[in-house]
């Protein structure tokens, strides 16, 4: 079986490559084609995944290269983890944001639409030739904003693009060891968009265990999500948020941690990501030691400034444990593949699952996975406060998908204005004014 990697110089790839060295079940991914536009990230990356086999007799084996034809023909399943106009590209959304006082983030609220605007046109391209490329290949995408950019995609390859985010599963995996459970074994019902979701119940042998948690201030205040919402906040929504909404729920605060940070996220993973490719210039550098030092350093530095905010300290040693997106990427393809069924958190198109949607709307919701796909799992009505953000940011991804499809100023500055976390829409015009100056990528924005 053939996996292609778009993005394949990407610095998170060799997590993927180690799942699926993992995986020696028959029917297992055989042959790994990487894709990137930069060579020389392509050998770095190329060199950390040689290391990782090492020893490993049916470890799967690895092709670069920066065709893209190449690397989509005869390819089984898809990852999409690609990165347009790279971390530099990221540290620009977050400044020009902030500048205008408002977050940044390379998802939520300005910078999540800033990255959407430049994303969607090229996974657009890039859905279209998988499509004549590779037809009977599944995507899974996990390029961000993954709920906009996976429901960019399905507009032309239907349910073969699913989209996957490591955030609900790891909430859904902290709550249940706080609640002494096998992960494994607990039903996470989850729901909402991408980085825009709540747990509204963790079930356990059919109970719900969900209201035990929430009414134990010593066992809210046990992990991540405990401490950055608070147990009197967590209390009175009566679900766990996923650990994006804090953007929402504490935004004045973000904003103003991320304003007085002495560089912002992007900047921070820009310098340390070309410190390590710089690194692996050197034929004698240790590439997966190397690799490995920069991803803890990486993932201990995670979402600091919304911890310093909350005051919830450091990570702790379980929640920097691996198994995010790439295990969630092996258990999908595994489902897929050898009709292996399975439940998982993914991002699909609604079907009906929430009224307040209509159908062709990327959702993140419990799904069951079998070789048909992913079958969104029925859920209950969300709540008012919920219905409230999950409408308002649809309607602003639409209008971000409206702007690449046509070109629309006028739909760009719509997203902008829309976003709950953007407070004025001569705000939103000046947000379009400073990106398309700092993106040449987003000069197709000039139609009335």
């Known amino acids: ?134 037809p009977h290949a599944w995507v899974i995408n996990f390029t961000n904003p993954a709920g906009l950019v996976t429901e960019a995609m399905a507009r032309h390859l239907g349910d073969r693009v699913i989209g996957i985010c490591d955030s609900p599963v790891g909430l859904g995996r902290r709550i249940a060891r706080v609640l002494g459970a096998d992960p494994d074994r607990a039903w996470i019902d989850y729901v909402g968009l991408n980085h825009l979701g709540w747990v509204r119940g963790l079930h356990i042998e059919g109970r719900d265990e969900l209201p035990r948690l929430l009414a134990d201030p010593a066992l809210l205040g046990s992990f991540e999500e405990g401490r950055l919402f608070g147990a009197d906040w967590l209390r009175s929504l009566g679900a766990v948020p996923n650990e994006y909404l804090h953007y929402y729920y504490f935004n004045r605060e973000a904003v103003r941690a991320y304003q007085d940070a002495e560089q912002t996220r992007g900047a921070f993973l820009r310098d340390q990501q070309e410190g390590f490719y710089a690194r692996m210039k050197d034929p004698d550098a240790p590439a997966l030691t190397t690799w490995d030092r920069t991803r803890a350093e990486r993932e201990a530095t995670y979402m600091a400034e919304n911890r310093d905010v909350a005051g919830a300290g450091e990570r702790e040693e379980s929640d920097l444990e691996s198994g995010g997106y790439e295990q969630v990427a092996l258990a999908l393809m595994r489902a897929v593949a050898r009709n292996e069924r399975t439940s998982l958190i993914l991002d699909v198109r609604n079907r009906g699952t929430l009224s307040v949607l209509d159908a062709d709307a990327v959702i993140e919701v419990p799904c069951l996975v079998d070789a048909n796909g992913a079958h969104p799992v029925s859920v209950d009505p969300l709540p008012y406060h919920a219905v409230g953000l999950v409408t308002a940011v649809k309607a602003v991804e639409r209008a971000v998908l409206e702007a690449a499809e046509t070109g629309s100023r006028a739909a760009a500055v719509r997203a902008f204005a829309l976003h709950p976390l953007v407070d004025s829409v001569s705000v939103a015009r000046r947000l379009v004014d400073g990106y398309t100056q700092v993106h040449p990528g987003l000069a197709y924005l000039d139609r009335p």
Do not use: C, N, W
């Open 1 to 134: 079986m053939k996996l292609t990697i778009l993005g394949g110089g990407g610095f998170r790839v060799p997590l993927v490559y180690g799942a699926l060295l993992g995986d020696h079940a028959e029917g297992r991914v055989s042959r790994v084609t990487l894709y990137d536009t930069d060579t020389g990230r392509l050998t770095a990356v190329a060199r950390v995944l040689a290391e990782q086999a090492r020893g490993i007799h049916d470890a799967p084996a690895v092709v670069a290269t920066d065709d893209l034809d190449e690397a989509l023909r005869g390819a089984d399943f898809v990852f999409s983890a690609i990165r347009v106009g790279g971390l530099e590209g990221r540290a620009a959304d977050e400044r020009v944001a902030l500048d205008e006082g408002v977050l940044g983030q390379e998802t939520v609220g300005a910078g999540g639409i800033a990255y959407g605007l430049r994303t969607v046109p090229v996974a657009v391209e890039l859905a279209r030739r998988i499509a004549r490329l590779a």
